[in-house]
């Protein structure tokens, strides 16, 4: 990306951080919820496991509905509107299912008045950071697409990753009081639904969609600068990434994300299924909340690596490897104003560590680095094809042992693969749609985050009454191999959909 780059994506810093602050809260308040639903049905309403799976998977298919709507919706009436009226259909949904007493009522509202509300939230919100850098203008527009995603994409990770000690805290507070801590989880994050409202109706700023120079526009009256003229033409489409030179149809495109589908079900087996198991064979104080935070942190620590060495490239690498030779000239010097903040938080390797960075690094972390450097370099699809492969194979661990520490691997090798695809797939997204349909690309892009939850949760309501029910949980290992069967063709689909399209 450069330092025009770094410097272009910091003269956003206030737009981008109010799309950033946006996508903590949608993130924290439908993950939250996501992960104590199955329970919350269970435990609280009464719901077979079968029941539960059902209107989990309801929810997660009628949100993939509606987004094919949502999406366009997005492009004819602006972000803004639509992400507005998402965000109080989401509130007055968590209210109400928080307030049902029977899992027939909280199915229907969870298909109907919830997948509605947050059908206008990630599909739209996933716009906003190419949205904003298009505006901008400037060069390298592709490289700073990628770096805002990558913060977008950790946005999002941060507030997962307080997720899981969230869940375990309430629940080793409320439940010893004889209170539900599902039912205090869920109005957690029906409050920060209200916080996501506020913000965007008073941060959030409505953006025109003509030219990339364009300026953001702040009148909320005039509507008609939501429309595209003809002729115009911006950067995201001309300048395509260089390792992807062919724009994949629709249709291709479709194939692909129907692909992933059923690799992300694995993700969504995490909130389905893996909280049940944990608890029934496990017993009730395991801490599957901790375990379930593996995957935020995972992510946390190499998206932003991977997208910091595609920018910096060697120029990192040898900043790092300064670190340890003593050479505190020009410390704070103007050239350090610029360092990104990778670079900055390194520094800390000078203050009594530098013996041991100068033997650890030219043995360990930069034959690791350059490693990383060379993935980061991948192109799109390929980087795609390898990520889902590595999280396919990542369920082997469950069904071959039956640990904690192999629950915590299982975890571990999946947000390993989803660092390596699910960021590209979101700049692939971005380069790739026409201009004019952004909206309904990304409503398709966002088929894998919704759509697997049909498919796992009619799953694992199966599979849990099956191999796993509540009184004894007899056979562990074959509920987790009878996953593994089921998502490797989707893992084996996508590289044959590499292998074609590359």
């Known amino acids: 990306m450069g330092d025009s780059g770094m410097q272009a994506t910091s003269t956003l810093s206030k737009n981008l951080l109010v799309v950033l602050a946006l996508k903590f809260f949608q993130a924290f308040g439908y993950y939250g919820l996501s992960i104590i639903l199955p329970l919350l049905l269970t435990e609280d309403m009464g719901a077979s496991d079968r029941e539960a799976g059902f209107a989990y998977g309801m929810f997660g298919m009628s949100i993939s509905v509606f ?23 989401t509130i007055i949904g968590r209210f109400m299912l928080l307030g049902s007493s029977n899992v027939s009522t909280a ?50 990770n941060i507030a997962v990753l307080l997720i899981g000690p969230t869940v375990d805290a309430i629940r080793n507070r409320f439940a010893s009081e004889g209170r539900s801590p599902y039912q205090t989880m869920g109005t957690l994050c029906a409050y920060v639904g209200v916080v996501s409202c506020g913000v965007t109706f008073l941060f959030l700023p409505r953006f025109s969609k003509s030219a990339a120079k364009e300026e953001i526009v702040e009148d909320v009256d005039n509507t008609e600068k939501n429309k595209t003229e003809p002729g115009e033409e911006t950067n995201q ?6 390792n992807q030179p062919n724009k994949p149809s629709l249709w291709n495109f479709l194939l692909l994300s129907l692909l992933l589908v059923g690799v992300r079900s694995l993700f969504r087996f995490l909130d389905a299924m893996f909280p049940k198991y944990m608890i029934r064979y496990h017993g009730e104080h395991v801490p599957f909340g901790l375990i379930y ?18 920018a910096k490239g060697e120029g990192l690498i040898t900043y790092m490897e300064t670190l340890g030779m003593g050479d505190n000239r020009g410390r704070g010097n103007d050239k350090h104003k610029n360092e990104n903040s ?73 947000s390993v693969g989803e660092a390596l695809w699910s960021p590209r797939f979101y700049d692939f997204t971005s380069l790739i749609a026409p201009k004019g349909k952004a909206g309904l690309y990304f409503a398709i892009a966002n088929l894998p985050l919704f759509l697997p939850k049909l498919l796992s949760g009619v799953l694992s309501g199966w599979l849990l009454e099956e191999y796993c029910e509540m009184d004894k949980c007899e056979h562990p290992r074959k509920l987790w191999f009878v996953v593994f069967v089921l998502t490797v063709p989707f893992g084996l689909g996508i590289v044959g959909y590499y292998v074609k399209n590359r």
């Not at 489409?237 to 260089?242: I, Q, R, V, Y």
């Open 107 to 156: 199915t229907i509202i969870l298909s109907s008045i919830m997948a509605i509300g947050e059908s206008f939230g990630v599909p739209v919100l996933s716009v906003l950071p190419g949205l904003v850098v298009e505006h901008e203008g400037g060069k390298d527009i592709e490289g700073r697409k990628a770096f805002a995603y990558g913060l977008f994409y950790t946005a999002l």
């Open 342 to 414: 990778l670079s900055l938080s390194l520094r800390w390797l000078q203050i009594g560590f530098v013996p041991i960075w100068r033997r650890l690094f030219p043995f360990v972390v930069k034959p690791v680095l350059s490693f990383l450097l060379n993935v980061s370099k991948l192109p799109s699809l390929q980087s795609i094809a390898i990520g889902t492969v590595i999280s396919t194979c990542s369920v082997i661990w469950l069904a071959l042992f039956t640990s904690e520490i192999a629950s915590a691997l299982f975890v571990f090798t999946l």
């Open 293 to 310: 935070s593996i995957n935020p942190m995972t992510v946390i620590l190499l998206v932003p690596l991977l997208s910091s060495l595609r």
């Open 67 to 89: 987004s094919l709507f949502s999406g366009p919706l997005a492009d004819r009436f602006g972000v803004k509107n639509c992400l507005a009226f998402g965000a109080i259909l």
């Open 237 to 242: 489409n001309t300048e395509l990434d260089h």
